[in-house]
């Protein structure tokens, strides 16, 4: 079996846990509409999803440690496929948001262990484009998920959309059926950090959440935004989050190049430019063209940050990489719950167009946090670490 197979199928699986996650934000207006909510109860689609993910992963990550990792990882895509089918069904509301919670528990441990999974299955001096190839499906979840779901839920309803995201899921099952070898991941490499420390992986975990809190309290409202301030004609949303998707798919390549080379550096860029990105989303938010551009920026910026937190945490983990990696896990979805949550509160008060402005003054606390990582860890220089040859 091959390696490369099983890392395609796992990126797959990875697009689909995202997009999962992230449909409702370009569905906002037809599923408020068809179950009788207001767009921000919508958006709390998002919001609640990305609690239970938060509540969930140590205990569940734990609790699954000694499962084989293949046998885990298709259970978890099964609970994926079964519920996802079920969602596009829901009759209500409440059912709606039951069964994007039980989505939610298999995503919680998936994320823990397909960063050390996919690490194990090859030599550590490639692991950051290892990760960055696995991190490709989930940033493009949100990037081209959304806008092929929009696109879809606009044509053939909301409900369509989530039935060919089960596809997709079902598909990425049996690549892992077929492909998956059996992984130790106790016996390899990528079991614990390669140079363990505590205070840099409480560094990355907050830069995390902060960074993910700043882009989701703009972009969960992202169809509003470019709607209601902008003056996008709702037919042109795909088109618009098609290119950023192109983008983020650009930023990963990038990121992933980098993080191999200078892990430190290869987080900085990505934040600084999306603080920029989202500051001027907000500034500029009536130019049409400007506005687009800036999209497409942020998502550049979203794709070359997720392979360099994730290399980051493998290589400064301070114990087991599935505990270290449930932690960011944690952290990454505390930063979509609390911006998708922000977001809403700042869309009652404020209107859409304050909510690039807030995404970016936390993304800016990111880059605030990584600016004092020295002082923080009590190291005179800034960390530059490469994975050393395997």
Same mark, same amino acid.
């Given at each position: 079996?091959?390696?490369?197979?099983?890392?395609?199928?796992?990126?797959?699986?990875?697009?689909?846990?995202?997009?999962?996650?992230?449909?409702?934000?370009? &569905? &906002?207006?037809?599923?408020?509409?068809?179950?009788?909510?207001?767009?921000?109860?919508?958006?709390?689609?998002?919001?609640? !999803?990305?609690?239970?993910?938060?509540?969930?992963?140590?205990?569940?990550?734990?609790?699954?440690?000694?499962?084989?990792?293949?046998?885990?990882?298709?259970?978890?895509?099964?609970?994926?496929?079964?519920?996802?089918?079920?969602?596009?069904?829901?009759?209500?509301?409440?059912?709606?948001?039951?069964l994007?919670?039980?989505?939610?528990?298999?995503?919680?441990?998936? #994320?823990?262990?397909?960063?050390?999974?996919?690490?194990a299955?090859?030599?550590v001096?490639?692991?950051?484009?290892?990760?960055?190839?696995?991190?490709?499906?989930?940033?493009?979840?949100?990037?081209?998920g959304?806008?092929?779901?929009? #696109?879809?839920?606009?044509?053939?309803?909301?409900?369509?959309?989530f039935?060919? &995201?089960?596809?997709?899921?079902?598909?990425?099952?049996?690549?892992?059926?077929?492909?998956?070898?059996? /992984?130790?991941?106790?016996?390899?490499h990528?079991?614990?950090g390669?140079?363990?420390?505590?205070?840099?992986?409480?560094?990355?975990?907050?830069?995390?959440?902060?960074?993910?809190? @700043?882009? !989701?309290?703009?972009?969960? !409202?992202?169809?509003?935004?470019?709607?209601?301030?902008?003056?996008?004609?709702?037919?042109?949303?795909?088109?618009?989050?098609?290119?950023?998707g192109?983008?983020?798919?650009?930023?990963i390549?990038?990121?992933?190049?980098?993080?191999?080379?200078?892990?430190?550096?290869?987080?900085?860029?990505?934040?600084?430019?999306?603080?920029?990105?989202?500051?001027?989303?907000?500034?500029?938010?009536?130019?049409?063209?400007?506005?687009?551009?800036?999209?497409?920026?942020?998502?550049?910026?979203? @794709?070359?940050?997720?392979?360099?937190?994730?290399?980051?945490?493998?290589?400064?983990?301070?114990?087991?990489?599935?505990?270290?990696?449930?932690?960011n896990?944690?952290?990454?979805?505390?930063?979509?719950?609390?911006?998708?949550?922000?977001?809403?509160? /700042?869309?009652?008060? #404020?209107?859409?167009?304050?909510?690039?402005l807030?995404?970016? &003054?936390l993304?800016?606390?990111?880059?605030v946090?990584?600016?004092?990582?020295?002082?923080?860890?009590?190291s005179?220089?800034?960390?530059?670490?490469?994975?050393?040859? @395997?």
């Amino acid at each position: 079996m091959s390696a490369v197979g099983a890392l395609a199928a796992l990126a797959v699986s990875a697009f689909c846990y995202a997009a999962t996650e992230t449909l409702p934000i370009g &569905l &906002l207006s037809l599923i408020s509409g068809d179950l009788g909510v207001s767009a921000s109860s919508a958006g709390l689609l998002v919001t609640g !999803y990305a609690v239970a993910v938060c509540v969930v992963t140590f205990p569940l990550t734990w609790a699954t440690r000694r499962v084989p990792r293949r046998r885990l990882v298709a259970t978890l895509l099964a609970v994926l496929v079964v519920s996802t089918v079920a969602t596009a069904a829901a009759p209500s509301y409440p059912v709606l948001f039951g069964l994007r919670l039980v989505v939610a528990l298999s995503q919680a441990v998936f #994320w823990a262990v397909v960063g050390p999974i996919a690490s194990a299955m090859f030599e550590v001096r490639i692991r950051g484009r290892v990760n960055a190839a696995v991190f490709a499906g989930g940033s493009l979840g949100p990037m081209l998920g959304v806008p092929a779901g929009t #696109w879809i839920g606009q044509q053939h309803g909301w409900r369509v959309a989530f039935l060919a &995201l089960a596809g997709l899921a079902l598909t990425a099952y049996t690549m892992l059926i077929f492909m998956m070898p059996e /992984i130790e991941v106790s016996n390899s490499h990528a079991a614990t950090g390669t140079t363990p420390d505590a205070r840099r992986y409480a560094v990355v975990v907050v830069v995390t959440a902060l960074a993910t809190a @700043g882009v !989701y309290t703009a972009f969960t !409202y992202t169809e509003l935004f470019l709607t209601a301030v902008t003056g996008f004609a709702a037919a042109t949303l795909g088109p618009l989050l098609l290119a950023r998707g192109v983008a983020d798919f650009a930023g990963i390549a990038a990121g992933g190049a980098a993080t191999d080379r200078w892990q430190r550096g290869a987080i900085i860029a990505p934040v600084v430019l999306l603080a920029a990105a989202l500051f001027a989303s907000y500034s500029a938010a009536s130019s049409k063209p400007v506005t687009a551009v800036l999209a497409a920026v942020t998502g550049f910026g979203l @794709g070359a940050l997720a392979p360099a937190l994730q290399n980051r945490v493998l290589e400064v983990a301070p114990g087991s990489t599935d505990m270290a990696s449930a932690g960011n896990s944690v952290a990454f979805n505390v930063g979509i719950a609390g911006g998708s949550l922000l977001g809403a509160g /700042i869309l009652e008060a #404020w209107g859409a167009r304050a909510t690039p402005l807030a995404g970016g &003054l936390l993304v800016a606390a990111a880059l605030v946090v990584l600016a004092g990582e020295s002082w923080i860890t009590g190291s005179p220089q800034a960390h530059r670490a490469a994975a050393p040859a @395997g």
